[in-house]
């Protein structure tokens, strides 16, 4: 078996994830995609939401949090697992009631 030579990286910052390739044999790397992690999104701050189970879960596990409104659902994800946003069975889907 040979040595890894091709892998993704996620590289987090304030506001922006960025899925990276990385080719160590030709020693290339390019950007794959870019997902924007509204961590500080106002629908966090909602009583209803911040007492959800979801949530807790989420701060205390994801390491690359991402958040986006869909509708009336929030969706929690983590780039290590999923960089789309979408209802994944590795992102939250919370329902977010009204006001």
């Known amino acids: ?6 892998f993704s990286a996620v590289v987090d910052t304030a506001t922006t994830l960025h899925f990276v390739r990385v080719d160590l044999g030709t020693g290339r790397s390019e950007l794959a995609h870019t997902l924007a992690t509204q961590r500080d ?11 959800a189970p979801e949530l807790a879960a989420w701060h205390t596990f994801a390491r690359h949090p991402w958040v986006a409104v869909r509708g009336d659902t929030v969706l929690l994800g983590d780039g290590r697992y999923s960089p789309r946003v979408e209802e994944a069975w590795c992102n939250f889907a919370v329902p977010l009631p009204g006001p």
């Open 1 to 6: 078996m040979g040595a890894l030579q091709r």
């Open 41 to 51: 999104h106002p629908a966090l701050q909602r009583a209803a939401l911040q007492a």
